[in-house]
């Protein structure tokens, strides 16, 4: 509206210098259309050469780090910038690191401070900066699409202690079933080597050599705890980090953590859209696999959780535990739970009370056993504090 009314004024001094042909309403006349077009021109002059850089030190940040951004505006236009205002685009939550500045010669810099909010991908841009002359008339306006993209992992949280010490299961190998009572795997091929059965020689291999090739055998990988998490939409309440859904995937995140940091292998199934199985892997750190994919991860089925395919293949391998993880009151999962468990394999259950994250109060009716190590976890809980039954409950 100021620019309008400036422009009325201008054209209007100007038509009343021509008719009455008086000097000084002319010198001012040209002095405001001077001024006029100055100030049109100064931010668009002043605009060329900005430069902005933002640093992010992300690291491997989790739900609920701080962390620092610093900005660095600098210009190589002689004109200065008196009004500079720098706006961070991105939709963090919670998080405005822009800024109005002064710009001249010198850089200018800044560090701001957020927390993350959200696990997944985390964009830090575009950026927006808009630059206005003194007088307040005009402005130009300059988006840096460059963007700098972080992912987040879930919260790792403390947790009590799930499983049995190493110790306890010194001289107890025939309790977790032998190494014959799983088929091995084919790990490679070599140069035969008289002795070798003929069962072991590779015949497509040793007819494309033109010599005989043996097959080398490996044991399949024994997870020391499989982690079952119950990803199916219809069970899942709540929104933000206070939904049974981040819980559920805190918990799995804070269990391969912890049983990895032990030295023990962790294998991981979901029954999500993509019915994502995770296996023990020799050369790739498997905590590592498992947190990229709970960052991710999204409540995005329609099968429940005693449907999930890979049930039949956990039936197959050798393992030591399984930990459940679902908010499901439905009794079906905790029959499959106990049909495939096998000789000598302890059971955990951590059940998410959904009436607390505002789901249906339903009523439980459903043996877990005694043999179950069962942990109720309702909102607010603290992980750390998590307490522990073997005891043949019915939750209500």
Excluded: C
């Excluded at 620019?3 to 008086?22: D, E, H, M, N, W």
């Excluded at 040209?30 to 992300?58: C, E, H, K």
């Excluded at 299961?169 to 080597?193: K, L, S």
């Excluded at 607390?356 to 942990?375: A, N, R």
């Amino acid at each position: 509206m100021s620019r309008v009314f400036l422009g009325i004024s201008l054209v209007l001094l100007l038509f009343f210098a021509y008719l009455t042909a008086i000097r000084p309403a002319f010198a001012l006349g040209y002095a405001l259309s001077i001024l006029f077009l100055v100030a049109w021109a100064w931010p668009r002059v002043a605009m060329r050469g900005i430069q902005v850089d933002r640093t992010l030190d992300a690291g491997t940040p989790t739900v609920g780090e701080a962390f620092e951004e610093t900005f660095t505006i600098q210009k190589q236009s002689w004109v200065p910038a008196p009004w500079v205002e720098v706006r961070d685009l991105s939709r963090l939550s919670g998080y405005q690191p822009g800024r109005v500045i002064t710009l001249g010669k010198d850089r200018v810099s800044w560090t701001s401070r957020g927390v993350y909010r959200q696990r997944g991908w985390t964009s830090f841009g575009p950026t927006r900066v808009k630059i206005s002359e003194p007088f307040g008339l005009f402005s130009n306006e300059v988006r840096y699409n460059d963007r700098n993209q972080v992912l987040v992992y879930p919260r790792v949280r403390p947790l009590p202690e799930l499983l049995m010490p190493a110790a306890q299961h010194a001289g107890t190998a025939q309790r977790f079933g032998n190494w014959a009572d799983y088929p091995p795997e084919t790990g490679g091929v070599r140069d035969y080597t008289p002795g070798d059965a003929f069962g072991r020689i590779h015949w497509p291999l040793s007819t494309k050599h033109a010599r005989l090739m043996s097959k080398t055998f490996e044991q399949p990988l024994t997870a020391d705890i499989w982690i079952v998490l119950d990803l199916d939409r219809k069970v899942h309440y709540g929104t933000g980090e206070e939904a049974t859904v981040e819980y559920a995937i805190s918990l799995a995140a804070s269990l391969a953590i912890q049983i990895h940091g032990r030295g023990r292998k962790v294998g991981l199934i979901a029954n999500d859209a993509k019915g994502t199985l995770l296996e023990p892997h020799r050369v790739v750190r498997q905590d590592r696999l498992i947190l990229d994919y709970l960052a991710i991860a999204q409540a995005d089925s329609e099968t429940d959780l005693a449907s999930a395919l890979a049930w039949d293949k956990i039936r197959r391998l050798p393992r030591r535990a399984i930990a459940v993880i679902t908010p499901s009151p439905d009794a079906a999962w905790v029959h499959t739970l106990q049909a495939i468990r096998g000789r000598g394999t302890s059971l955990i259950a951590f059940y998410i009370d959904a009436s607390t994250f505002g789901g249906p109060d339903k009523t439980l009716s459903f043996d877990l056993g005694s043999d179950v190590d069962l942990y109720v976890v309702r909102q607010g809980d603290d992980f750390s504090r998590l307490l522990r039954t073997r005891d043949a409950v019915r939750l209500k």
